[in-house]
C-alpha cells in the first residue's frame, strides 16, 4: 500500500489567498484525521472523519478553515482567507477500527507526510 | 495547561549513551501510544501500552506505563544516530492529544 498520500507538500501563498490541501486515506480505513503542527502549539487535532462524515471539528480554529470528505478515498482541508499565522504543517492521519476482541487500546494511525505551508 | 507534559524538550548525546524521556500527566488514560517524527515526515507508531506498570520492549527501546496510568517513560539503550528525531506520546481512543515531544539528537 502506498500509505497516506498528501498534496502538496509544499505551499507558498500570500495573505488572504485560498488555499487547498488534499489527502488519500489508506485504502479500507474509516477514520481520518487532520492535524496541525507548530513549534508552539506542537501536533493538535482540527477534524476527524468517520466513514467520510465529520465526527468533531472543535479543534478547527476558526471559520476561514473548512474540511470535506467527499468519499472514502479523498478529503480537502481549504483555509479562505489564509493569514500568516496558519503558517504549519498540516498532517493527514487514517485508521481502522478494529472490532471485538481484537479493539485493545488505541488503533494505529498513519500518517501523511505532511504539507508544509507558508502564509506571507 | 498541556494534558501531557514530556520532557527532557531537547536531548542531545553521543552514539552509545542510554537516555530516558518521560510522559506525565494528572489524568488516568485506559492506554498511551508513543510516536517518533523523523524531519519531514509524519510520526509513526512505536508502540501502545494499555495496562498499568505495562513493560514493552522493541529492540533496544524500551517503554513502561505507569502503574496508576498517568505518565510513561522511553528508555533507549546505546542509543544509535537513526534515533534522532522527535519522539511524541499520545492519548485518545479515537482523535489523539499529543504531548509537546521530545527532540533527540544522537551525535556519531
Known amino acids: 500500500d502506498a500509505g497516506v498520500i498528501q498534496s502538496p507538500r509544499h505551499e507558498v501563498t500570500e495573505m488572504g489567498q485560498e488555499v487547498t490541501l488534499r489527502c488519500k486515506p489508506i485504502?479500507?480505513?474509516?477514520?481520518l484525521f487532520w492535524y496541525r503542527q507548530t513549534m508552539m502549539r506542537g501536533l493538535e487535532l482540527l477534524i476527524y472523519f468517520n466513514n467520510n462524515v465529520p465526527i468533531d471539528d472543535s479543534g478547527m480554529p476558526e471559520d476561514r478553515f473548512s474540511a470535506k470528505m467527499p468519499n472514502a478515498s479523498f478529503s480537502t482541508l481549504k483555509i479562505q482567507p489564509s493569514e500568516p499565522r496558519d503558517s504549519a504543517v498540516y498532517f493527514c492521519a487514517s485508521s481502522l477500527e478494529r472490532e471485538g476482541l481484537y479493539r485493545i487500546g488505541t488503533d494505529t494511525q498513519y500518517f501523511g507526510p505532511g504539507t508544509r505551508l507558508t502564509v506571507l | 495547561t498541556q494534558l501531557l507534559e514530556q520532557s527532557p524538550q531537547f536531548l542531545s548525546i553521543q552514539e552509545g549513551e542510554n537516555l530516558t524521556v518521560y510522559c506525565n500527566s494528572s489524568s488516568v488514560f485506559s492506554s498511551l501510544q508513543w510516536y517518533r517524527q523523523e524531519p519531514g515526515e509524519g510520526p509513526v507508531l512505536l508502540v501502545t501500552v494499555v495496562t498499568g506498570g505495562e513493560v514493552k520492549k522493541l529492540k533496544r527501546l524500551t517503554f513502561q506505563f505507569g502503574d496508576a496510568r498517568k505518565d510513561s517513560s522511553l528508555h533507549i539503550t546505546a542509543a544509535q544516530p537513526g534515533d534522532t528525531g522527535l519522539y511524541l506520546c499520545?492519548?485518545?481512543?479515537?482523535?489523539?492529544?499529543f504531548g509537546s515531544g521530545t527532540r533527540l539528537q544522537v551525535q556519531p
Open positions: 499520545a492519548v485518545g481512543r479515537r482523535a489523539l492529544t
Open positions: 485504502s479500507g480505513h474509516d477514520y
